[in-house]
């Protein structure tokens, strides 16, 4: 089993109710639902954030879509680009 280590959060009233209802309904205890909703959150903001980084460092490249790459996607939605 892996390690864990404690972390006080502090929730609104109505949330702690729905985390109470959802642990019920899942069989799943409030900490294993709020763990996996911090590691969710945690993996999509670094995505982001990655990809952000990513567009940045070619955009500081000068690395950008061609006028032809661009009509060819703006024509494939059907989507006037003029």
């Known amino acids: 089993m892996s390690q864990s280590t404690t972390m ?4 609104e009233p109505e ?3 729905r985390l109470d ?19 969710e959150f945690i993996e999509i903001n670094e995505w982001q954030i990655e990809e952000i980084k990513q567009a ?11 006028e032809q790459e661009l009509s060819i996607v703006l024509n494939k939605w059907g989507v ?3």
Do not use: M, P
């Open 8 to 11: 006080t959060i502090r929730l």
């Open 15 to 17: 949330l702690k109710y």
């Open 21 to 39: 209802k959802l642990s019920i309904a899942t069989h799943r205890s409030k900490s294993f639902l709020a763990a996996a909703a911090v590691r």
């Open 56 to 66: 940045i460092k070619e955009a500081d490249d000068g690395d950008f879509a061609q």
């Open 80 to 82: 006037n680009g003029d």
